[in-house]
């Protein structure tokens, strides 16, 4: 045998002991962690039965709340018509029994005028009425004969009318006159709204009984009109009393669209039609809705109103007998948001998606292959789908409340403020109290700025309104309690009738505690206290929903649409009442004539714009990390490789200790903006880059000096393809915990 031969035998031999050795190793390492991963596909099935169960949990659950809440809108809508229905048939039957006693000659001439007044006064809402006949009907003397009372707005007495003569004003017998002209023509009906300036510019629809006297061949004529006025205010009042949901707002339309009610009043003013309104024609279902407002069937559709950027409910019926129709709008995003359970359900879905996906891709790779180590795509795959875990929690976060509620009670619509003031009235006289004083307060917001973490730099106006007799005594101004720099311009005042509206200009810097411990997830709300001046009295401040269009708080009531907050969005604002719950007296006598009141705050809310914050703090962490991943990827054992590469443990650790340094002033800067007692979220990407960096370290020494007991510590796989896994399960962990309650 030659030199060569045996030589060639020698190093087979040894190769072959060499891969025995390994083998034997592997097999000593991969045979506990194989057996672990016995359970692997009873975890698979655990992890897809409680994805599948929290998917129909939660379709079942999305599906139940929003189909009941669409059947008690629909159900509130019905109600509401209802009621305005009883009163519109009080109109009708109240004008059609004087037209029919008139008609039928059951009243004398000389009776007309006391039948009227004594109809009107029957009913408070009844602004006024008249009689009123074709020319040279009823009085040789005058042309025309059409006596009119209406409400004596000088006095606060619903009983006390004025008298006029209509025709002393205008000839009411020429064309464009709808109350009389097309009632003749047409028989009964309400007239679309109108500006009476010749009693004191209101705003008002008139209902027309026809009288039909007989002609000289017995056949009834239309003679003349027995007609009642009511005043668009006091419908809405009507319409006020009446409850939807928390951000619900109701409207009348006539059959062919024209608004008769509407919190926009310029809508009303303007003749305006719902079907050229451009706040739903963008809808998909804009169709439908016009279809059910033109049938007056009862209905509720979906759509999205470009007033306030957000989906609504639209439902409609039909007030029976007048050709009149009722549309409440519902906000879709009320029931979403105040909805835990959905978002808790959405939750444990995401969860268990994302657990069972990463099970099934690591059985497959794991379990399955003999040397029990991940490939790169899985490794890939893996972080790929935590990665979409995470960004799904932080969506759910985005557009689902958490549960917190309001430390108050929200006032959203009119009829909420009206029951405050009733509620309060009710109960000083059950109490024997003195009687409550109510101030109609209101404020605007133009100008928002953070001066630090917990100050807010506000300009804008504040106004109340007093009534000259009753409020007499009452002391004039606000009090935003806890503002520093506090300043109010000279008043503004002006005289509207028995009211004096004051108003005055202020600038101020509010302090509040934000919640930082999502950060940069952060939504809270900021609370602006107004408190009157008057401390001596039973004095409530109440908002002054009558000088605000909409209240639902998406669309931002008091707040100007020139205000901007960088890096902030401004998501709501409203008005809310909290209890009194000072732990003094500040010096008052405690006496039982004055009612415990609460306080009214103006509540916005914020919401920080997440995406930059995370673009910013998060960039040298992505860069950080990815350097820390090639470090460890380029170190091994091989001497020839590290050699060419000239890398080694003493480079690795440098290269660590530099990012360190670059990632700790990132974070020592984070801290320096961010003032919180507790670790908040952003900040926990930080503390994993430190794990990682010592990672990197303790993977470099082992690797350089020890590739058995590396290889024994992390189970058979390969450290560097867990490295995306790891980080990114541990950061899908601590977001859904965060961002769970």
Not at 145 to 173: E, G, H, R
Not at 437 to 450: A, C, Q, R
Request: glycine share 6%.
């Amino acid at each position: 045998m030659s030199l060569d031969e045996h030589l060639s035998k020698e190093s087979a031999k040894e190769s072959s002991l060499t891969e025995n050795k390994k083998a034997t190793q592997i097999s000593a390492i991969k045979a506990p962690f194989r057996g672990t991963f016995l359970l692997a596909p009873l975890i698979l099935l655990f992890t897809v039965v409680m994805a599948v169960y929290s998917a129909i949990n939660y379709w079942t659950l999305r599906d139940n709340t929003f189909e009941a809440q669409q059947v008690s809108y629909l159900q509130d809508t019905v109600k509401a018509t209802a009621n305005i229905e009883t009163f519109i048939a009080t109109v009708e039957s109240s004008a059609q029994r004087l037209a029919s006693a008139i008609s039928d000659s059951r009243l004398n001439k000389s009776d007309y005028q006391q039948a009227l007044l004594t109809m009107l006064q029957k009913n408070s809402m009844f602004f006024g009425g008249g009689i009123a006949f074709l020319p040279e009907i009823i009085d040789g003397e005058r042309r025309l004969y059409a006596p009119y009372f209406a409400k004596n707005t000088q006095l606060d007495d619903a009983d006390s009318f004025v008298f006029m003569q209509i025709a002393d004003s205008y000839d009411y017998t020429l064309a464009g006159n709808e109350w009389f002209e097309e009632a003749l023509e047409q028989g009964s009906r309400w007239s679309k709204p109108y500006f009476d300036t010749e009693l004191g510019n209101i705003l008002m629809t008139t209902y027309s009984a026809v009288i039909y006297w007989p002609d000289t061949n017995g056949h009834p004529q239309p003679v003349g009109v027995v007609t009642i006025d009511i005043s668009i205010d006091d419908l809405g009042k009507a319409v006020h009393s009446l409850k939807f949901g928390g951000e619900g707002y109701a409207e009348i339309l006539t059959g062919e669209g024209v608004y008769i009610y509407s919190p926009n009043k310029a809508y009303v003013l303007d003749k305006h039609n719902v079907f050229n309104d451009k706040r739903w024609r963008e809808s998909k279902n804009y169709e439908v809705l016009k279809n059910s407002i033109e049938v007056g069937e009862p209905s509720i559709v979906k759509v999205y109103d470009q007033h306030t950027k957000q989906y609504d409910w639209v439902s409609t019926s039909d007030l029976l007998g007048s050709n009149w129709r009722m549309i409440v709008n519902f906000s879709e995003r009320e029931v979403t948001l105040r909805s835990v359970e959905l978002r808790h359900c959405l939750m444990h879905l995401i969860l268990w998606s994302v657990l069972s996906i990463c099970t099934a891709l690591l059985y497959k790779q794991v379990v399955a292959p003999k040397n029990a180590v991940i490939s790169w795509p899985t490794s890939l795959l893996v972080a790929l789908v935590l990665i979409l875990g995470v960004c799904s929690t932080w969506w759910v976060t985005k557009n689902f409340n958490s549960g917190d509620e309001l430390k108050g009670l929200a006032i959203t619509n009119k009829g909420q403020a009206h029951a405050i003031e009733q509620e309060y009235s009710n109960r000083a006289l059950a109490h024997l109290t003195e009687q409550v004083v109510f101030i109609p307060t209101g404020i605007y917001i133009e100008s928002m700025k953070f001066t630090s973490h917990n100050d807010i730099r506000v300009i804008g106006s504040v106004w109340q309104k007093f009534d000259l007799i009753e409020h007499k005594h009452v002391k004039r101004g606000v009090i935003f309690p806890g503002g520093a720099g506090v300043e109010f311009s000279q008043p503004f005042i002006e005289q509207q009738g028995d009211i004096e509206l004051v108003r005055w200009q202020f600038q101020a810097s509010l302090r509040f505690s934000l919640e930082y411990d999502r950060y940069p997830m952060v939504k809270d709300d900021f609370a602006i206290g107004i408190f009157s001046k008057d401390t001596g009295g039973n004095v409530l401040l109440i908002p002054d929903v009558e000088s605000f269009i909409y209240l639902a708080p998406t669309s931002l009531p008091g707040i100007s649409p020139e205000v901007f907050l960088p890096g902030w969005n401004i998501d709501k604002s409203l008005f809310e009442f909290r209890e009194w719950n000072h732990r003094t007296t500040f010096g008052k006598e405690v006496t039982v004539k004055y009612e415990n009141l609460p306080e009214l705050y103006f509540n916005i809310g914020l919401s920080k714009v997440f995406v930059p914050a995370f673009i910013s703090h998060l960039t040298p962490l992505l860069i950080a990390g990815l350097i820390a991943f090639i470090t460890m990827l380029i170190s091994t054992h091989d001497k020839t490789r590290l050699k060419f590469m000239g890398t080694g443990i003493g480079f690795d650790i440098g290269i660590s200790t530099s990012i360190f340094f670059v990632v700790a002033l990132s974070h020592i800067g984070l801290r320096e903006r961010v003032v919180s007692d507790s670790i908040f979220y952003l900040e926990l990407f930080y503390l994993l880059m430190y794990v990682n960096l010592i990672s990197v370290c303790v993977h470099s020494i082992l690797s350089g000096l020890n590739q058995q007991l590396l290889t024994k510590i992390t189970f058979g796989i390969a450290a560097k393809k867990a490295f995306f896994p790891l980080n990114m399960f541990v950061v899908f962990i601590f977001s859904w915990l965060t961002f769970y309650t």
